[in-house]
């Protein structure tokens, strides 16, 4: 990451919680395909670079668009991002895709050598960021940040964001991601289901387990997450845990592969806290059998009570909830009065990954899409479509949020400066499955603790010793 102080992961949340933004998501699978990282395209288009066209664009390119259709859908892309570039360049033509599948659809055409303009790399089969960065895969977007911005020439792009957001798309200070969204993380509830029958969102780890208790015996599931598909909700939970029991040095160590930190005594106890619950009947062991959207509808038909999630949830599900639900954001209770940081402390971040490719025959096309979609214009329409806020600074003045992204934006005002987050999941890959996988175990009752700790530290401590992954460093 970057060694400018002012541009600290932490401080990047910290600004964005100031403003009152919601704070806005392994050995290399392209191995076959590495060729080296310049970003020579972008400058191959032959047309002259103005202020309205600054990377040389030419007018009449074809620029191809992929969205990964989850907890976002794709409808923002087609309805505002897409239409106000095609307003700007009306000669350009957009190839507009969307799957659920990145990795799975893109992984050979990139092996091919013939990869799409822009993408939106999300989702459970998103492709490994850190990998595509090592493969040369990602155009610097250093041009970018610094070229004018649509709303005005006389600013830059790095200029019209959130302060800090090109930081956090930076990989050992270069930066390569386009994380466009703000996220929240925390346990949803629906807030009619708690208002009917009484209960209030603990603060406490004491609280939390008689809440379940209450909730199980209305025959209600207590707690649940997707093990199919989604127990990184999981793992990120029991990690923010970790982060108030221990402090934010946890996350950090883990982040910078430090010997031994998966197994600080923090990272076991929060462990131990969120594997009880299972013993304890307040999980379903059915749910490790299915996939985010089925245990999310539970929760819609009032079957479930608490779920781990980011505030794309309320979005995700707007089909199928019912209008009085009301989603509500709960923050990670404190396990005990010797936490280090207290009990409104959340993981925050901008989140969702967007990148243009460096090897695709129309780089610039690319970064100018990218460029558009970083107007007030595009950040408004986003916002207005999935009701949530993205790192573009005024887009959302005055828009009124619905209840469960107006409750992570409290919860993240409240937090202050105690906002915690996590990158090891983007720079290796292999590192996220790994806990993905031994989180099933642990919270479905096969491992304990020290095994998941164990098991975790084992697949970092061989991705720190594999001197052909690429290292990264957060300060």
């Known amino acids: 990451m970057s060694n400018t102080p002012d541009l600290s992961r932490r401080k990047v949340l910290r600004r964005a919680a100031a403003v009152g933004l919601l704070a806005t998501p392994a050995a290399s699978f392209l191995a076959a395909c590495a060729t080296g990282g310049d970003d020579t395209k972008s400058g191959d288009t032959g047309v002259a670079k103005t202020p309205t066209n600054p990377f040389g664009m030419k007018e009449d390119s074809t620029v191809e668009v992929v969205i990964f259709n989850g907890g976002y859908g794709e409808k ?5 991002h897409e239409p106000n570039f095609k307003k700007a360049w009306p000669k350009a033509t ?15 055409r990139f092996a091919a050598g013939n990869p799409p303009e822009f993408v939106n790399n999300s989702g459970t089969k998103s492709m490994d960021f850190g990998a595509l960065v090592n493969d040369g895969q990602l155009a610097d977007l250093t041009d970018l940040w610094a070229a004018p911005s649509v709303d005005d020439p006389n600013k830059k792009v790095s200029e019209s964001v959130v302060a800090g957001t090109v930081d956090v798309g930076s990989f050992n200070g270069k930066p390569f991601v386009l994380y466009y969204v703000s996220t929240v993380f925390g346990l949803w509830y629906s807030g009619k289901l708690f208002t009917d029958k009484g209960w209030t969102a603990p603060t406490t780890w004491d609280d939390f387990l008689a809440l379940c208790a209450k909730i199980k015996a209305a025959g209600i599931t207590p707690y649940g997450y997707a093990g199919k598909n989604a127990a990184y909700y999981q793992w990120n939970v029991i990690l923010t845990h970790a982060a108030k029991i221990g402090g934010g040095d946890i996350l950090k160590n883990i982040d910078n592969l430090e010997d031994g930190a998966w197994k600080a005594d923090a990272v076991k106890q929060a462990a131990e806290a969120w594997g009880s619950l299972v013993g304890k009947g307040y999980i379903d062991k059915a749910f490790e059998g299915l996939i985010h959207t089925e245990v999310q509808l539970q929760q819609n038909q009032y079957k479930l009570g608490f779920y781990p999630s980011g505030d794309w949830l309320e979005n995700e599900q707007a089909k199928t909830t019912p209008a009085d639900f009301k989603y509500q954001l709960a923050a990670i209770p404190s396990l005990s009065s010797s936490d280090k940081l207290p009990a409104t402390a959340i993981r925050a971040t901008a989140g969702e990954g967007y990148f243009v490719s460096a090897k695709a025959p129309n780089v610039a096309g690319g970064k100018e899409y990218m460029r558009q ?4 214009a595009s950040g408004r329409g986003f916002t207005e479509v999935v009701k949530s806020a993205t790192v573009v600074s005024g887009a959302a003045d005055g828009f009124a949020f619905p209840p469960g992204v107006a409750s992570s934006q ?3 005002g409240a937090a202050g400066k105690d906002v915690v987050n996590i990158f090891f999941d983007g720079w290796y890959k292999d590192l996220d499955q790994e806990a993905r996988a031994a989180t099933n175990e642990l919270m479905f009752g096969r491992l304990d603790a020290a095994g998941f700790c164990d098991r975790i530290q084992k697949k970092a401590d061989a991705i720190k010793a594999d001197s052909s992954i690429t290292k990264f460093k957060r300060n």
Do not use: G, R, W
């Open 373 to 376: 979609m970083l107007s007030k």
């Open 410 to 412: 409290a919860a993240l």
């Open 76 to 80: 923002y892309a087609t309805d505002s």
């Open 94 to 108: 957009i190839k507009h895709s969307s799957t659920q599948e990145i990795s799975t659809v893109l992984q050979p």
